[in-house]
């Protein structure tokens, strides 16, 4: 998964971008980049690393110019190699543009070979850099003509902001998949993926992208297009950025996040009560699910587990021993708490099962005498295409262990999981989602070679 942000027409562009890419942070950890635009040249940094680790000050001065794109990534098609970082910043015939995106395309391969054929080279991994060749081949001086032809050809999920010149172009597929929301500082419109994003800079939020619009920003305008289709298109928007993707300070899909979370933690008690002595959360993102849990029934609810705020990158090496204690240098259980307790543990997803087995095992051995598991959605039997990072079918838990199987390896007294229909029920718009991780019911057809490392040939 990414994070992206645009801003223009701003003479502090690349510093609002940075400051929205800190908000976006937990959307992609492993790298961050910032391309600005100054009339005349692109400028652009990026690095692996957190985004207060991949820029300073003097690389944000260098990022001169009033209009700007930024990205965090988490990689989801192709490796994390330095090349795979974007923006993605490109210079056809003199005139230079930049692209950010978060999403899956589904047809990367159709279009790499055909692209290929034509005899495009690319330089890095990442079905976004499809996109760039896409625009370069079918330049156009109407420049509402070409976003259309170009975009109408990707398939999937993406939500996209370009530099080309001073002009910000942002995107959304026809389904919706990912957010992006419009935002105004002072004069000047901001693009991003969520609105804790514009919170932070101040910025007044305008509205979501609507899914298959094409928007084209420039001296404080902005105008219109849509993608062929995008009104018989079905939504799809990803029920996962509402269940743990996205921040709870946000609004996305119109929706406030915490508040469906907390609905969701309302309904899961609703289907499965446990009478506790008091019912917790694995921070951070089992909380808001929690909160509304206990609410629901009135049990007490205790911060049976405290998160550590500074975890950097621990370079000890992975010997089992040490394995151990790298794992809970994030998340300490408190024995006052928890000793001699019968407890409800309220978690928003299980993917792989593994962290929750760590955790139920540290719980037990801070001398909680019972614990019984409840999940904020239904279990995730299916891999996504659209842009979440699930491993695959193979690895994970529901696919093949039934949920008695999974309580047995998490080792816990019990374990039930929201319903589906319970799930889509607390939805302000349930038939807006994709669930695909849960039904196996893809809405865009997945691809037949579906390896992350498709254009590596692995
Ligand atoms: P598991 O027990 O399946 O190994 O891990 C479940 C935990 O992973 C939950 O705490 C959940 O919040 C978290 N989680 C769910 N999806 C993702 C994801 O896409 N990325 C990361 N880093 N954590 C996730
Ligand atoms: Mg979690």
Not at 22 to 51: C, F, M, P
Not at 123 to 128: F, G, P, V, W
Not at 257 to 286: C, N, T, W
Not at 368 to 381: D, F, L, N, V
Request: include cysteine; glycine fraction near 8%.
């Amino acid at each position: 998964m990414c994070g992206i942000i645009g801003v223009s027409d701003h003479k502090e562009a690349a510093n609002i971008a940075f400051l929205g890419l800190y908000a976006l942070q937990h959307r992609g950890e492993e790298a961050a980049g910032i391309a600005s635009y100054d009339g005349k040249n692109i400028h652009l940094t990026k690095s692996a690393g957190l985004v207060a680790d991949a820029f300073d000050e003097d690389s944000l001065k260098s990022l001169k110019g009033k209009t700007a794109i930024g990205h965090t990534r988490y990689s989801t098609t192709g490796s994390s190699n330095s090349k795979n970082i974007q923006p993605f910043l490109v210079t056809h015939r003199n005139r230079p543009m930049a692209v950010a995106h978060n999403g899956n395309l589904t047809n990367t391969e159709e279009l790499y070979r055909e692209l290929e054929g034509e005899g495009s080279i690319f330089q890095t991994t990442m079905d976004s850099e499809i996109v760039v060749h896409l625009l370069a081949k079918a330049r156009n001086g109407n420049m509402k003509k070409w976003f259309i032809e170009v975009l109408s050809q990707l398939k999937g999920a993406f939500s996209l902001v370009f530099l080309v010149e001073d002009v910000l172009v942002g995107a959304r597929d026809p389904q919706g998949f990912r957010p992006l929301c419009l935002g105004k500082i002072d004069q000047s419109y901001i693009l991003a993926s969520e609105s804790c994003a514009l919170d932070l800079i101040h910025a007044e939020f305008i509205r979501e992208i609507d899914p298959g619009e094409i928007v084209f920003i420039k001296n404080n305008k902005i105008e219109s297009a849509y993608l062929p289709g995008w009104k018989k298109a079905k939504k799809a928007h990803c029920i996962f950025e509402n269940i743990y993707f996205a921040r709870p300070d946000s609004n996305i899909f119109n929706e406030n996040i915490y508040q469906v979370r907390k609905r969701l933690g309302r309904q899961l008690a609703k289907e499965h009560p446990v009478k506790a002595d008091f019912a917790m959360s694995i921070p951070d993102s089992g909380n808001y699910a929690a909160i509304g849990y206990a609410q629901e029934l009135d049990l007490p609810f205790e911060v049976g587990i405290i998160r550590n705020h500074y975890i950097g990158r621990t370079f000890i090496q992975p010997s089992q021993f040490l394995r151990d204690f790298r794992v809970r240098v994030k998340l300490n259980p408190i024995k006052n708490v928890l000793k001699g307790k019968k407890i409800v543990v309220i978690e928003d997803s299980i993917v792989r099962g593994t962290t929750s087995r760590g955790r139920i095992e540290d719980l037990k051995r801070a001398g909680a005498k019972e614990i019984h598991m409840r999940i904020s959605c239904p279990p995730i039997k299916f891999p996504c295409f659209y842009g979440i990072d699930f491993p695959s079918k193979k690895e994970l838990i529901a696919s093949s262990k039934s949920v008695r199987e999974t309580a047995r390896f998490i080792k816990v007294d019990s374990l039930a999981y929201l319903s589906l229909k319970g799930m889509l029920s607390v939805m302000k718009n349930s038939g807006n989602y994709c669930d695909a991780c849960f039904t196996g019911k893809y809405p865009v057809p997945i691809p037949t070679n579906t390896s992350k490392y498709l254009l590596e040939g692995a």
